[in-house]
């Protein structure tokens, strides 16, 4: 952030001119820092993606304020500005401030870690099931994955041919054949989860270790963070999104994650209680799909990251 972008954010925010903020996370999309303020409580300001309308940023807004109440675990809330405002846009951007949460992020390399993950999970789902109605707003401000919700191959295509990053992959991910592979499989993968449909509710869309908090002293988790790709989608993305990222430290990682997720669904009314066989029979074709969501969202933010972009095409191919 610029000096005057500070001053911006200070005067929407009614923050002191002295407050000190230092980068504190960067994500795909995303970008906060903390800001600590003489006297008082620190606070997390938050760079929204430059994609979301503030339509969509509200009806987070409006996700995280019951979620607050429901749950079980502390989950970021918005700090009204001195227009009672929860959103400025200052230089084309979009910010927010936050309460912060106190904890620190788990070590990722640890079965403990996973199992505590999972569970966690379970815990989320099974709330988030039973009061479902509460979020039946989400089925239309903040739509699953579908067909008509992902880009085209076509599209896709085009906007990887405009970054940087095409230059230094392999040119058979750049043709219309592959691409036209691809939009195959992306079909191949949703008519296999079309089954699942019933079982939609509101989804973090993003949850993993990397994603809570724990307790300094206790080590319990305490915190469920990063919300901005919340959505009324099938609760298996939740399950399946992290589980490739977890084997790739260790197989066991993502292997101790989903076990203890369909532990803690047993005896519950969570439809994926009783479907835990055809779950994990679909776990590919979950994977596929959230794939392809993943790189739709690395090249509709520029993000020029060759190896990365390069590993998700061979994944998808």
Not at 35 to 64: A, M, W, Y
Not at 86 to 94: D, Q
Request: contains cysteine; charged residues 25%; hydrophobic residues 40%.
């Amino acid at each position: 952030m610029n000096k005057q972008e500070i001053k911006l954010l200070d005067e929407a925010f009614a923050l002191p001119e002295n407050t000190r903020w230092s980068s504190f996370g960067e994500g795909h999309a995303n970008e906060t820092w903390l800001g600590e303020i003489d006297g008082e409580e620190p606070v997390v300001l938050r760079r929204h993606n430059p994609n979301r309308t503030e339509e969509q940023i509200l009806s987070e807004f409006k996700c995280l304020d019951l979620l607050h109440d429901i749950i079980g675990y502390e989950v970021p809330k918005a700090l009204y500005g001195v227009n009672q405002e929860r959103l400025t846009e200052v230089e084309g951007a979009y910010y927010s401030v936050f309460e912060l949460i106190e904890g620190e992020t788990p070590p990722l390399d640890k079965v403990e870690t996973c199992s505590q993950s999972g569970q966690a999970l379970a815990n989320l789902h099974i709330k988030l099931w039973e009061e479902r109605d509460a979020f039946r707003f989400a089925e239309q401000e903040r739509p699953g994955v579908s067909k008509e919700t992902l880009k085209s191959g076509a599209a896709l295509l085009a906007a990887l041919s405009e970054l940087e990053a095409s230059k230094n992959i392999d040119a058979k991910y750049l043709s219309s054949a592959y691409w036209a592979d691809m939009e195959t499989g992306l079909d191949e993968a949703l008519g296999k989860l079309g089954n699942l449909n019933e079982t939609k509710h509101l989804i973090h869309g993003d949850f993993g270790p990397p994603n809570t908090l724990i307790s300094e002293n206790s080590g319990e988790l305490v915190g469920v963070l990063d919300w901005d790709e919340c959505r009324w989608d099938l609760p298996v993305y939740d399950v399946a999104g992290v589980y490739p990222f977890l084997c790739e430290i260790d197989k066991s990682l993502g292997e101790a994650f989903v076990d203890a997720y369909f532990t803690g669904l047993k005896g519950s009314s969570h439809p994926l209680a009783r479907r835990e066989s055809e779950i994990r029979a679909l776990m590919a074709a979950v994977q596929y799909v959230a794939t392809y969501k993943e790189f739709e969202l690395m090249v509709e933010n520029h993000l020029d990251e060759p190896e990365y972009l390069a590993q998700l095409l061979e994944q998808l191919a």
